[in-house]
Structure formats: structure tokens, C-alpha cells
């Protein structure tokens, strides 16, 4: 499970603090300011900047990753009036996915995930702040860069992005953050597929290290997507506005993604239920098994052995004609080794009965 | 689980890309115009050929079986002014059942199940446009056509179908893909009672299979009926009027079915969670058995087998007085044998009073 | 579980099908006619023989018995007008209990429950069509009437049921289908006492397959009484005027009833868990004390039986003074049994301290 | 569980039975009347008595104790206007808690539980009817007078009791009965802090029916507390002017205790699932540690004792070389010892490796 | 599990009764009053000190630490027109958190948890009140006061407390409360993840017993947390005016937090159960194991001991050519051991094979 918020219990709301992990370098921060005939890039190096590119009609999207800066996000939150609570969320690594509404904005914090090289689950952290006629993002930016293919259809202008507003961008931001699951989900449907396979032809422990990682795995998602179905629901149904009625299928078809993702990730659940359910009963079935084996041999030859045993007293013959007199019988051995084969053999058919062999 | 659709993390929305399965063929297209006097079938090879039958007063549909031909769809999406995000859906399959109302129309995706000559369970989708005079559906088709009886019963004009508008029609091609369920949670009801005697009588490894199997065809089912039970649901709640007050019923009592069907496979789920807690308790008792007899064997000849090695030992008598003098007792063999029998008869004496034989 | 109804996928909606059982035969139509002063009991034989009875302000009950005459239904249900899909299900068994509000009329199927002569539960489909001023009621009527004592108080006149309209006359019906539950649900109480009492105490299969009956009639019970609390919920809640505001109260109580025998269900439900957690529980005891007998006799004896072998075996003691030379040692037996003794001693005080004796 | 109603399925609804118990004897009515400057106390005998006493505007509180008088029942009804069903419902004992509004009338009916001499939980049925200008109340009164306390306030005449209406009354009369959770909720904290500390230390049987028996002691307080923490809750939103706004917050009040009280109840409920897996865990980790020392002593001395037997063999050393060659070298016992000392020691120092010493 | 209040049943509600614990001493009350221009701290020791601090416009924050006067209550909570029953929830320790409306306060009750010296979790009730100028606090204050930072903040003047009203204040004191929940389920997050892991590697009994207590403190916390987020969700819905739109956003951040350690609280049950899988599951390996190593040593050598008994037999050759002849046999030792070599070879061939080594 991931860590909370080193926030100092009892200090002030609101308040900026840079996270002193590695990556809070000095941010970079980029501008794409488009409409459907006009398109311009560049790097930002001060909020004065920015301001030519919110009084007009294009749509602006800012760009801003890694948290290093507060100094710079607290202008910026000036200049575009965002709220502190939004600001402060954005540095605060390790929330809850959360949408919230302020006056002519939508803050939106998401969760990525990715897998880095040595196959790990990641859960990266990604706020989004949707005005009338920009979009503002920001990203830890520890390992993968989410927003790369939506930079790439901006400039290539195809589909209706470059048609459409800022809540189209904010639609296809989102979009690009919830499709990142789908793959992930997607290779874990064969891994349960194997993983119940081999549990019910021979549990071993590590196969129990497996299912118990995949169901933290399972869990850690759970906890991501659930609330963003619910923020993409809310979405969905915005009456503010902001959203316009021509994006509101977009948003709606991304909210149904989030149902699929989520509706499969419950399935993992029950999977992995029934699958440690199947784990316990296939021990059970072996512990049975094995002590079949057992009591059968047991069975069979501790009474033969006292058989055996019980002629390997030394009582005098001699002294008694009540000590032992079998042993000098003439037939006494085979007799004794045929009861004991008897005796044998009705075990084995008694055990055939009760179906234990 | 079934995989999820190979859509590329970061595409544009609504991408139409045609499947590269096998069935990705030309699809046959095929329009059935009628009302209650006249009937018209062709097979359409061109967009234009629709042109007249949407301007008419009767009921066209058009079915198209094959999901091939994204050129065709794009082309037909146009004319029928479908939204790009219902075009998608229609191509991309592997999706969950929903609905989606736009303007007008109401897009209607389903899931359709049967079972193969191998008896498995396939799902296959099926969609469903609404508009106001006709119904377009879009079918994988691999298996089978779930539309035919619908289409005999268009052809030999009984019930009201002909008589009533596209609304109809839409309700009597959806309630054909929920009336193949039926018999296939039928065939289940049987199946699972046999199991669950089969668990009770003698619990094996193989019914434990059968049974995890049981239960993923459970849940397959049960994910597709699910969100179906909801579409139609809504359906039933229509206000947008785009289904008539006279088809409202009909809607209703298709909306029970997938109650009725739904109802069955939560009882299977408990069934199965039942059937899961039987085979344990079968094997605990099993071992449990298993245990009391052994104990009971070895209770019984351990003691005994020790007393006869006892009298095995070469202690010798000659050398002293106090080395094993019973072994020249005269009556100590009979002795030692009756002290047996004695211990013998008592352990199973004790056992019977513990209720272990 | 009980199979689905026999219906065709792809048949047309609405399709009167005699269901093709024994009790299919010519049903029996009777009508009762009454007010506070008239009272009017026949049978019917032809629909034309209801012609006057509806157009009175008189109370009519239509009662048919066995589902044999598909015909005279379908005669009916013009006469009555009632909705073909309200007809349909009066003949479609095995179905889930419902309420379907058409204009003016409530249809209303419901399931009744009762014990055949081998004590086993039984259930039969009992429909309702509540009309302004009449109450058709059909049974499958296969093994009870359960409408004989409602009969009983027509004719005797007692209580309020001839001064008040035809939703008295049905609540009256409704009700009596659902006092039906509660002398079997009742009998369970004490069954399910006895039986975790039994689990308790000593843990058998066949205790086990009680349970899992008792499970199963639960949950047949439970598919019954749920729906059936919602429809009398919503009657309860009706605004279209068909119940008067005087018989509200009655059905209110009705629901209490099935809010009652539900709570009761859900009871048992719980109930059975427990019960499968104890039998688990009671064997897993049964298997440890099994195992601590076993061990402390096993513990006890291998050593000693070990010893006495070591005293056995057949060493030379004349080959060489090594050689097994407390054989000759004139207190060597005594010492050994001693010996012997002490092991047994600290064993089974060890064993005490353990608490496994 | 508790039985249910002994109501004749097929009778009529509201038909006063009088209940076939022991204290179905004529009942003892009392009537207090009262405002801030007046008090009244008197035994009502004859219904007229009770004339009055409901023109005036003082508050009446009405107390029967005792179910035995159905005619003096029927003719209080007819005089205070009694719903029929409301009062069968008083008659009838073993019913869930309610609640029914009438025109210008609550019925409430509850569940007081108490403990009786044996430490036995008892639940008895209080009803409460509250009109305009008085309360009127129903025991069985089998052991305990509930209304003691509220009997002493009256006329102590502290708090505000004496200055509010039939309303405020009402509410302390709930209030009394709910109270009377506490103690019982209490004093089963306690039980199960200890009931788990034993089962994690050495789990019997006898703990396991003490748990048993405690499951269903909770599941009895929660069908009882569940439905009055309802009835609360509608009371408290009550819009019908019965209830006015002053005494609103001391119902509500009172509702915070059944969420209190329920809340226990609940977390009893997890206590006692936490309690069995406890339970069953226990059990297996005893279960494993009893196999493990089976396991050492038998792995141990087995082998020990096989190569005790083998020199117990009485192969004639003389008739060949090859015959047991060993029986007659010097140092053969001394090393067959030694062997053995090895063989244990090995075990030992691998059981050890294992941790299973 | 925390008992509940000591109210006596029956007695009158809104009874103050001071508890009887060590801290029920004088209690200290301290008064600040502040804007944004001026700050005044003060003692009071007498109710009428506060005469002049509500009637100006100015925030007064008067906190009472301790319960022991409940003799100043009373004379507070007529000064400040408190409710009786708020009156009485503030001095009854061991309440459920909660959120009552009155006529212009709200009063809220909240759990404050931290751990004491010895790292054991308390939980204690802190009172608020908030009206229109003033905010009423009341702790039980056994170790730690929470408003410590909020009074540093409010000298300090930092942030925007200083600016808002009352209403910002009892955000800041809310906020402070929850926000004391955030290092305790940090703590957690590792201790579970090392739990996990151990019960993995080798479960004891010892383990069992920390999985057992963290269940019991994450049941305590969840039931702090659940209604404080209720209290958080109905504040932040407020219409009532007490709460202002510019305050509303930072109550909507508050519900944040309790939603977030909710969550967590959530998934630590979630996980706790999971291990309590894990537990079972690994003891049920562990015993498998050990059966097998059992079953393996057994298997082995009984047959091989039997053998060896059979030889060990006294039976005399010299009384019949058929008693035992091998015994004289040249090469009966070595044919015998090779015997036993195959049969003890074959054995471990046959386990290789079946998995069990």
C-alpha cells in the first residue's frame, strides 16, 4: 500500500510543500496554444508568459512537469486563479483520485499507472485543471510521459480535436490517463487464467506468493479506478457548463471504459477468492490423499508385524507344552505366512470398498 | 475472462479499426422494409440504395452481419447520422453490453450467448441502432444468426409486428438475444444438482474442477446479463419517446426476463459458494474418517506389538533369576496372549464409547 | 431449482402455449358475485355467461382452476380485455412472482408454498388480474386450494369483506397465498435448532446433507418471498386509485407479513452459515483430538518398543565382551522395564503439561 | 429464534385472539393524567370510565399490562378509534418491531429485552399507540415493568416531562425501553474480549458453543434493534404534526442511540466471524504442532528400530559366511549404537533446519 | 471495544452527570477572541466573563478542557442557549461521533485518536459547537491537546484564519482532529506489509495474535472514521447558512481526508482477511508437508521392518524342512538386504513420481 501525505498534522490547509523526493527538480513547462487553423509550441520560463494566451479564443494547454517549484505554481495559481486546496493537491503526491468544482474550473487529480522495467506496478499521479479556455496539467513525470500522444494529434490536427474546446482537450487528457489501464488489465487475464491452472494441479507455496501479490496488485488498482469512475460519472452529468453537450458523449464513452475496468478488476476479485478457496481445497484433497497412502500401509503391516513379532518371543518350548508349541509345528511358517496373506488381502479389498485405493 | 478490445493506449477516439479476426470478412448487408400491407427484402450493396426506404413511413431494418467493411460502416454512419462513438462500438468487439442515447437514436450494444459443437460457451456481440423509422444491428456472426426466427415472423406477418413501428421491432430483436439464455441457464439447474450430490457422495479432484469451471461460466454470464438487465431497465423508463407508450409492456416483460435469468445465475453463484464449502467439509470428514482408522490400528496392535517385543528381548535367564523368568513359566505364553486379547478388547470398547467405530 | 418456463427463443412474445403437464386438463371456472346484501356463487362454462356480471356494482370473482383450456382464456382476455402478456404468463409456470400495472388493471402472479404428503416443498404459480370491479384469480390448483377459507368467509359474510370493494376482495386473496408461509417457515425454526444442537455435538455426513437440503429449500423459499415483499411494497405505495385509501392499510400489513417471513429467511440463511462453520469447526476438532490419541500412544510406545528391539537383536555376547553384554547383567531386565517405565511416565507428564491428556 | 404469530393462515384479517400463555389474564389497566400543575392516577375497570379523560387537556397515558381481555381491548379500540389491525397487533406477540401511521395516530409496537434469573435473554413486546392527547401502552409484562422509571418521573414531576405533550410522553416511554440495551450490549463486551483471549489460548468445544450460543444472542438484539432504529429514524422525520418540532430533538436523540446500540451489535458480529476464523486457525496450528511432534518421534525411532529388527533376524550365521556376518564381530554392538546415535542426531540438527523443533 | 456511556436506564434524558473518572477535576476554560486586527486570550472563571465577547463581531473560540463542572455547563449552555441534550453529549464520554442541528449551532462530537506512551490507541471524544460568532470546544484531555497548533496559528496570524469566521475555525479545529489520524494509519501500513510477509514464511501462533489485535484496531478506528466522514459530508451539503460558500471548499477537503483514511482503513480489513487466508493456507501446507515427510519415513520402512520381523521369528527349522528354511540358506542375509534395498528404492521412485519429494 502506498504511503499518505507527509502533511504535519495541525498545520495550515493550503499549504505548498515541495516533496523532497528526488525528482522535485525545477519543472519544465510547455504551452500549446491551438485552434483549428493555428498551433503553437513553446517552453515557459515565467507566468508573465502566459499572458497573451488566456485572453484570446485558442485553446491553451499548460503543461507542467515534475513538482520541483512551488514558488512558480503559486504565481501561476494568481494568474489563473486556482484555488489553494487545487494547488496544494497537485504537490501533494500520494491522494485519492478526486474531482473537485470550483467557480469556471474543475480540478481532477488521476492516477497512471505503467509498469516500469522490472515489470512493477507504478501509480503516478496526475492533476488536471479545466477553465473556459485552457487546460492545466501537472505530472510527476517519474518514468513516462502519458500526454505524448495527444501532443502528437494536436499537431497532426486529425480527428476533431483541433475543432473543439478546451473541455475536449481536458476529455482527451483524461482519456489518454484511463487507457493506460487497459493493457495492464489485459495481461493480467492470463496470468489468472495460468495461475488457477496450476493451483488446482499442484499448489505449492509459491503459487500462494503469487496469488497474494495479485491481489494486492488487483487491490492498489481497485483503489485507483474506483473513484475515477465516479469523478468521469460526475463528469458526465456536469450541469455547470464547463462540460459542453457536444463532449458529453466523449465523457461518457471514457466512463464507460472505467466501468469495463473496473467490472474486470472485480472479476480478479471473485477470481482470486475462488481462487484461494480452490488453493486450500486442493491441500485438503492432498493432506486426504496422503494420509490414505499412510493408513493403508499402516494398516496393512502393523498387524502382520505383530503377527510376526508375536513368534519372535522366546518362550521355552520346553519348558511348557503352552510356550509357543506353533513353533515347532511342522507346517507353522507357511501356515502363519498364508494368515498373514489372508490377512492382507481382505485389507486391500476392505480399502477397495471404501474407495481409499 | 475474454480479452479486452486491442485498442492502442492514446488513439484518437472513435477510431474505426476493422478486427483482425478471421470473420473481419465482407459483410453481407441485408434490408427488410415493411409495414403492415407490404414486405420488401434485398440484400444492399451500396450506401445509396438505403436512400429511399428512410423516407418512407415503413419499418426498415438493416442487418449486417460480418464487422469487415469500415469503409461501408463510415459511408452508412454518415447517411444514418450515427455518432463516430456508437460506429466504434459496433466494430470493436470484446466490449460490455450498454446503452447509449443520442439524439434521436438510441445505440443498443448486446451480448449474445450459445454454445459451440464442443458444448463451450461463446459470447458473441451484437448491436442495435434505433432510430425513428428503422433499425439498423450489427452481428460478428460467427456461429450463428440469432435474427432468423424474427425474420420468419417479419415474413409470415403473425402477431402484431407488422402492425406496429421500429420500436417493435427493436424490442422483438433484443428480446430474441435474451431468450437464448434460457436454455442455456436451463441445461445449468441440472448440472449443478448433480455436481453438488456428486460432492456430498464422493468429493474428487475432478469435481473440483468441474466445479471452479462452473463457476467462470457463472460469472461470464452473469457479466453479460448483468448490464443488459440495466439497458433494458432503461429502456422501460424511456421518456425521450422514442419508444411508444403501446411497446412499453413488451419492453417490461423483456426486462423481467433478464430479471428472471439474473435471479438464476445469483443462485448459481451461492450454489457454487455452497458446493465449494461442501467438497471441504466432504474432505475434512474424509480425512477426519480416514484419521480413525488409522488411530484405531495403531491404538490397538502398538501396545500389543510392544508387549511381544518385550518377550523378543534376548535377556538370558540362565544368568540371572530376574532375566525374563517368565519365559520358562509354564502357563505364560497363554497369559501373555490373554493380557493381549484383554488390551485389545478394551481399546475397542473405548473407541466405541468415543463414537470412532 | 426449478426449470425455467418451456418457452421457444425466438418464439413471438405474448404466445399462449398450454403448458403440456397432467393437470392440463379442461380447467374449472367458477364466479362469485357480492355485495353487502347479495351473494351469487356458479360455475362458468361459457364466457358469455360473465355478459352481466360486470357491468353491475357488484363484487366478481372469477376463479379458474388448472391451465388446461388456452381457448377460453384467450376469450376471456377480450372480454376482460386484459393484456395478451398478462395472459401469457397466467399459462407460463416457473416463473418469477411479478406485478405488471396495465390501464386500469393490476396483474398480479405470486407464489404459494406447501408441503405434499412426502413433506416435501412444493411450488405452485397463482395469478391475480385486479380489475375495477372484479378479481380473477387462476391456480395451477395441482395438490391444495388455497383459497377454500376466503370462500368460507364470502359466504359466511363475516368481517368486512362484502361491505368493501374488489382490492379487499384481493388483498384477501393475496394474503392468504402468503399466510401459507408461515406454518412452514415455522417448522423450521425448531428443525434448524436441532440441527446446529447436532452439529455441536457430534458432526456427521449426514448432518451435513441436511444442512445443504435445508440450505436449498431456503433459498427456493427466499426467491418466493423476495419479490413478493416488492410487490406488495409497491401496491402498498399505489397511486393510480385502484386500491382505495381503506385498503391500504390491509395490504401494509401484508407487506408486514412478507417482511416478517423474510427477516425469518434471512435468519436462516445466517443461520445455515454458522451451522457449516461449526460442522467445519466440530470436524477439525475431532480430527486434532484424533491426532493427540494417536501421538501419545504412538509417542509413548515407539521408544519403548525400540528398546525392547535393541535387547533383541541377536549379537554374540560369547563373540566378543561389546557384544551385547548387559544380556548377561543379572538386574539387567528389571533395570530395562524400569527404564522403560520412566520414559512412559515423563511422556505422558509432558503430554499433561501440553494439555493434550 | 422466536416462533411466529399462531394466526390460522385463511383467517381474517384483524381477528382478536387472545394469546394462549399463562399471563393471559385479565388485565391490569392504569391510567395517569396529567399537566404541569396536575396529577391523577387511577385503576380503569370499565372503558367509560375513561370518558373523561380524552376531553380535556391534560395528557393521558393509558397502561395495560397483560394480554388477557380481548372484549375490554375491542371496546377501548372502538372508543379511542383504534385501527383495527393496530390493535390485533397488540394482541399478537412475537411480531418485528413497527411502526403504522393512522389518521391522528402512531402505532408503535417494540422489543424490550431483559435478562431474567437464569442470565437468560428474554424479549417481550411493548406496543404504543400515541394520539392527539394521550399514549396508550401495551405489556405482556411476563417479568419486568419497564415504565417504572417514567412512572416515578411523572410524578416527581422533574425534568420537563410534565410540561410537554403525548408526544414528548411517547418518547420517553421508547426512550425507557431502548435504554434498557445498554446494561445487556455492555455486559456482552466484556464476554467476548474474554471468549477471544481463550479461543487464541486453547480452543475447546466449549468454547466453540459459547460462541455459537453468542451469535445468536446478537442475531436475536439485532432483529429486534434494527427495525426500531427505522422506526426511529421515520419518527424523527415524522411530517404528520404528530410529533412537534420541540420534541423532535429528543426523538432523534433517541434514534442516535439505536445507531449507537446497533453499531455494537454489528461490530459483535464481525467480532464473532473474527472469533471462528480465531477459532479454526487455532485449531489447525494445533493440529500442526501435534503432526510435527508425531512426525519427529516416529521418523526418529522408525528407522532405529528397522535396524534393530535386522540384527533381530535369526539367520544362521553358522550355515554360511554371508549369514549375518556381523552378529559375531567384536565391535558390531558398539557400532550399530553408534550408527544409531548418528542416524538420531542427523534428524534432530534437519528438524531443527526445518523449524519444526 | 470501548464500553458505553453509564446512563442509567430510565433515568431522565438530559441528564448532566459527571463522570466519574480521575480527569472529571475543575475543568480549565480559556476564551480567544480575535479578527483580523485583534487577538485577546483570556482565563475565565466565571460564565458572566463572556458577557461581553458574543455581542460583538468578533470570533470567540472558548475551550473547555476537562469534564468535571458541570455545574458551569449548565450556566454555559444557558448563557450560550445550547441545547440540553448537546449539553449532556458533551459531558457522556464514549458516544458514537455525530452531527446534530440545532436553531443556529451545529454541534458535532468527534473521536480524536492518538497513541500513548505505551503505543496503545485511545480514542477521545472532543465536543464542538459552533453558532454564529463563537465556537465552543470541550475535551476530555486525559494526554494530548489537539488545538495546540490551531492557537499557535491564530497568534501567529498565518493563513487566512484570522480573516474568516467562526464557521473557518471550526474547519480548523475539525481539520485538526482528523488530521491526528494520518501518522497512526501510516504506522500501519507497514506493519501489515511485514505481517503479511511473515505469515508467508513461517506462521505461529504469535503472529496469529498481531493479526488478531490489528484487527481489533482497525475495527476501532473504522468505527471513529465512518461517521466522521458522514458528519464531514452533511456539513459540507449545509444549507442552513452556518457554514459559508467561501468555507464550504475547505469542509469539502476535510471530507477529503476522512474519505481517504476510510479508504485505507477499508483496505486494511480487506487485507487482514486476506492474511487470515494466507495463515490457514500456509498451516495447511505446512501439515501437508509434514504428513508427507511422515507418510514417506513410514511408508519406507514398516514393509522393511516387517520383513525383518518375519525373520526374526523363532520358528524351529530343525522341527520341519517348512519352518523358515531360509534361515540356513548360504546367501538368505544378502538376498534379504538387496530385498529391502529394491522395495526401499522403488518406494522413493514411486513418491518422486507422485510429487511428494
Given at each position: 500500500m502506498q504511503k499518505l501525505r507527509n502533511h504535519q498534522p495541525g498545520s495550515a490547509p493550503a499549504t505548498l510543500a515541495i516533496p523532497s523526493t528526488p525528482q522535485g527538480q525545477k519543472p519544465a513547462i510547455s504551452l500549446i496554444e491551438y485552434d483549428a487553423h493555428h498551433l503553437e509550441e513553446r517552453k515557459i520560463?515565467?507566468?508573465?508568459?502566459l499572458a497573451d494566451c488566456l485572453n484570446n479564443d485558442q485553446v491553451s494547454w499548460i503543461n507542467i512537469t515534475g513538482l520541483g517549484d512551488a514558488e512558480f505554481l503559486k504565481q501561476l495559481g494568481a494568474y489563473l486563479r486556482i484555488h489553494p486546496l487545487a494547488l496544494q493537491d497537485m504537490l501533494n503526491t500520494g491522494q485519492r483520485p478526486k474531482l473537485d468544482e470550483f467557480d469556471e474550473q474543475f480540478f481532477v487529480l488521476l492516477h497512471m499507472i505503467y509498469k516500469d522495467k522490472d515489470e512493477e506496478l507504478l501509480v503516478e499521479q496526475v492533476s488536471l485543471l479545466l477553465g473556459r479556455n485552457f487546460v492545466l496539467t501537472v505530472q510527476e513525470n517519474r518514468g513516462k510521459d502519458v500526454f505524448d500522444p495527444v501532443r502528437r494529434r494536436i499537431r497532426e490536427g486529425g480527428g476533431n480535436l483541433r475543432f473543439m474546446k478546451s473541455d475536449y482537450l481536458a476529455y482527451t487528457l483524461i482519456d489518454a490517463v484511463i487507457d493506460n489501464y487497459f493493457p495492464i488489465v489485459d495481461s493480467m487475464v492470463d496470468f489468472m487464467e495460468d495461475l488457477q491452472e496450476k493451483l488446482l494441479d499442484h499448489p505449492t507455496r509459491e503459487h500462494l506468493r503469487e496469488l497474494h501479490d495479485f491481489r494486492r496488485t488487483i487491490s492498489q488498482i481497485r483503489r485507483s479506478i474506483w473513484p475515477q469512475r465516479d469523478i468521469l460519472g460526475r463528469l458526465t452529468r456536469d450541469e455547470s457548463g464547463l462540460i459542453s453537450k457536444r463532449s458529453k458523449p466523449f465523457y461518457r464513452d471514457c466512463h464507460d471504459h472505467t466501468v469495463i475496468i473496473l467490472d474486470l478488476v472485480e472479476n480478479f476479485r471473485e477470481a482470486t477468492t475462488n481462487a484461494m478457496d480452490l488453493y486450500l481445497s486442493s491441500i485438503s484433497m492432498r493432506t486426504n490423499e496422503v494420509m490414505r497412502v499412510l493408513t493403508i500401509v499402516i494398516t496393512i503391516f502393523i498387524p502382520l508385524t505383530f503377527i510376526a513379532s508375536i513368534y519372535g518371543m522366546n518362550f521355552d518350548p520346553k519348558a511348557s507344552p503352552f510356550n509357543l508349541p506353533e513353533l515347532e509345528l511342522p507346517y507353522a511358517y507357511p501356515t502363519v505366512l498364508l494368515v498373514m496373506l489372508i490377512i492382507a488381502v481382505s485389507m486391500i479389498v476392505y480399502f477397495r470398498r471404501k474407495k481409499w485405493l
Open positions: 520560463e515565467e507566468v508573465e508568459n
